[in-house]
């Protein structure tokens, strides 16, 4: 659509030497103190190029598959391209950004605080870190939060806080269960419990990842209890193991938009109280409102005592938080754990931000109301379309509909509706997953309905 012309920029050609080419290290380094610097490209005139546009990223690692769509601006649920075509956005920087785009709140919190002090490290105290913490345990069951950047992140944090934790507790080999198809960040340990096997080819070392973690199916409350069992009962020579903490989605996002079973939940903290470990749960994709409630385990009725957030909490400006509650909230001291740029004003700032949204404009009911809309609307298409949808999944707005037909898998419909102006996106191999600013109003979601209807209409046809 956009690729149609190659452009192959001076500066990239100018730049490049060859390896075998290359004069040694010294005669490099005086020779770029020399050089005067490449200014970077202009933003403006590099926003507006329709053709050539992949050769603009060849500097970029190829980490991503892209649709070829370059967004310019949003306003709401709505997204403009540099072609000036308008898309519906049902994605939401991937349920991210939970204002929407260009939220008038969220934009003069981070103009302010920019214009303020935006970084002075945890060498200081920051206000906005405070104001965020408060905010989130007066409305969570956790009594302290640990700030860091991203989801990964705050998993990670969360893996360390569980490992010292047992430590504390005499666990010298402590094993951290997940389930399958979780997705919990690419860092390597967050990647290790993130039991999917394509995430983890050619990462290990000897075909292993980082040891101490094992995995069960997700909802099945029988693997659970025998994992426990195995782990407590079979020791080492030169230690002790035991269960350190089972951590898990309220409900499986990139998995698939699998809701947890409550009595599966009940069972692991159970198990978690039983055996003096931490029941920690991943609410980075379905935390802050997107379920219709704060946190995807109110869903479940289970007190978690840990759990971890991103993407929503700073609606698009990137922070994480690790969340604990009682014990588990004073594990860590001074030095045991630590990021620069973690709790910076910035971020928190626009995480107060969207706080103060949520809480004063009520939107917790509207992700109810326009959830059960988008449920009843998915259900009517997927009646209509017995070949092509099925089952119809989730919870307020992480919503999803599995495509199950061979021919028609969930990229294909994901395309088939960007044709119509609606922006969706996969999860797992068969979902098509609705996750839209949590301020989408009914009469968006009905212009999607009628959207993803089109595209389904036509591609079974
Ligand atoms: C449940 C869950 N945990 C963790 C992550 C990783 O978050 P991030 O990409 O911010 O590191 C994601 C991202 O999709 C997620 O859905």
Request: hydrophobic letters at 40%; proline letters at 5%; one cysteine or more.
């Amino acid at each position: 659509m956009l690729f149609r012309l190659a452009l192959v920029l001076p500066c990239l050609a100018a730049g490049f030497v060859a390896p075998s080419q290359q004069t040694p290290r010294s005669t490099v380094l005086s020779a770029t103190v020399e050089k005067e610097l490449v200014p970077p490209r202009d933003l403006d005139e590099l926003s507006k190029e329709l053709e050539g546009t992949q050769q603009l990223y060849d500097n970029v690692q190829t980490t991503y598959g892209r649709y070829p769509l370059t967004m310019v601006s949003g306003n709401g649920c709505r997204l403009t391209t540099n072609d000036d075509t308008e898309f519906l956005d049902f994605v939401s920087g991937i349920a991210t950004c939970a204002l929407g785009h260009n939220n008038p709140a969220l934009a003069k919190a981070v103009s302010d605080q920019m214009q303020k002090v935006h970084h002075v490290s945890n060498l200081y105290y920051v206000p906005a870190q405070a104001a965020l913490a408060t905010w989130l345990c007066e409305n969570s069951v956790a009594d302290k939060a640990f700030f860091c950047n991203s989801g990964a992140e705050a998993n990670e944090a969360a893996i360390k806080l569980a490992r010292r934790h047992a430590s504390n507790n005499g666990i010298t080999h402590p094993v951290i269960i997940s389930a399958h198809q979780s997705f919990h960040g690419r860092t390597m340990a967050a990647l290790t419990a993130t039991a999917q096997p394509k995430y983890h080819k050619g990462f290990g070392f000897g075909g292993k990842m980082i040891p101490g973690f094992e995995y069960v199916t997700y909802n099945n409350i029988e693997e659970l209890e025998q994992l426990v069992e195995k782990i407590v009962s079979e020791q080492p020579a030169d230690g002790k193991q035991g269960l350190a903490a089972i951590m898990m989605e309220a409900l499986q996002g990139e998995g698939g938009i699998k809701p947890g079973n409550p009595e599966f939940f009940a069972k692991a903290r159970e198990l978690c109280d039983k055996h003096g470990a931490l029941l920690m749960c991943d609410e980075v994709q379905v935390g802050m409102g997107r379920t219709g409630t704060l946190w995807g385990y109110e869903n479940l009725d289970v007190i978690p005592d840990v759990f971890t957030s991103a993407k929503a909490l700073g609606g698009g400006v990137p922070i994480g938080a690790m969340m604990a509650r009682g014990d588990a909230a004073t594990v860590f001291g001074p030095g045991d754990h630590a990021s620069t740029y973690g709790g910076n004003p910035l971020a928190c700032a626009a995480g107060v931000a969207v706080a103060k949204y949520l809480s004063d404009n009520n939107v917790l009911a509207n992700v109810r109301a326009r959830g059960e809309q988008i449920r009843e609307g998915l259900e009517a298409v997927a009646a209509k379309y017995p070949t092509v949808l099925g089952d119809v999944r989730g919870w307020g707005l992480i919503r999803g509909v599995e495509a199950i037909s061979d021919d028609i898998p969930a990229g294909k419909i994901v395309g088939a509706a960007m044709e119509q102006g609606l922006l969706l996106v996969p999860a797992g191999t068969n979902v098509v997953r609705f996750v839209p600013p949590l301020i989408v109003t009914e009469a968006e979601v009905n212009e999607a309905l009628e959207k993803f209807e089109k595209a389904v209409q036509q591609l079974a046809n």
